[in-house]
């Protein structure tokens, strides 16, 4: 049975973390693309309106995979304008 200190336990949290956090940022990016094809003018507005209709999309439970949406759910609108500005 693996056994893991207190410093590696916290470093395997962290890199599940950073997982997750650039899985939800792919996934928002394709969104960005997707919403952009359906409405042109999408991708000029401000990341605030983005985030807002993101999330909003998010919430339509016939748009996404369940698997997408549970990754997306935990999202706030200010989590969404954050991984958005992340490159």
């Known amino acids: 049975m693996l056994r893991f200190n207190h410093q590696e336990t916290i470093a395997v949290e962290e890199k599940r973390k950073d997982l997750t956090s650039e899985q939800q940022r ?47 759910a935990p999202l706030s609108r200010y989590d969404i304008q954050l991984l958005l500005r992340l490159k």
């Open 26 to 72: 792919r996934l928002l990016q394709k969104l960005v693309e997707r919403l952009s094809q359906e409405h042109p003018d999408f991708y000029y507005q401000s990341t605030s309106e983005i985030a807002a209709q993101l999330e909003n999309y998010i919430l339509q439970k016939d748009k996404l995979s369940f698997d997408d949406r549970t990754l997306l």
